[in-house]
Nanobody, 124 residues
Framework: VQLQASGGGLVQAGGSLRLSCAASGRTFSSYAMAWFRQAPGKERAIVAA????????YYADFVKGRFTISRDNAKNTVYLQMNSLKPEETAVYYC??????????????????WGQGTQVTVSS
């Protein structure tokens, strides 16, 4: 599967952005999908994940209540709605796919396929 992330940009603190990740292939619903982020000088961290049918999700504690992950299998696309953004959330955001789309524990899966990343900059 090939992944193409988009939707990043510059936003003021407290603002919102919606990231999109378009996937190639005809078996998109068989993949679990996730968003990760990596800030300069920091390790990559998982932000949110969703299983193949969209019924199971995972959120890192630092985004719970502010970010929402969703997917449209008819469009081969996963989204990340980000609200109440903070300056410390400035990072490159990556989408990723796992072949274990049937698993519910999507926050613990190994993600094998990665998109190119999209920059999110939150100004104070």
């Amino acid at each position: 599967v090939q992944l193409q992330a988009s939707g990043g940009g510059l936003v003021q603190a407290g603002g919102s952005l919606r990231l999109s990740c378009a996937a190639s292939g005809r078996t998109f619903s068989s993949y679990a999908m996730a968003w990760f982020r990596q800030a300069p000088g920091k390790e990559r961290a998982i932000v949110a994940a969703i299983n193949g049918n969209g019924r199971s999700t995972y959120y890192a504690d630092f985004v719970k209540g502010r970010f929402t992950i969703s997917r449209d299998n008819a469009k081969n696309t996963v989204y990340l709605q980000m609200n109440s953004l903070k300056p410390e959330e400035t990072a490159v955001y990556y989408c990723a796919a796992s072949v274990w789309g049937d698993y519910d524990d999507v926050g613990r899966l190994e993600y094998d396929y990665w998109g190119q990343g999209t920059q999110v900059t939150v100004s104070s």
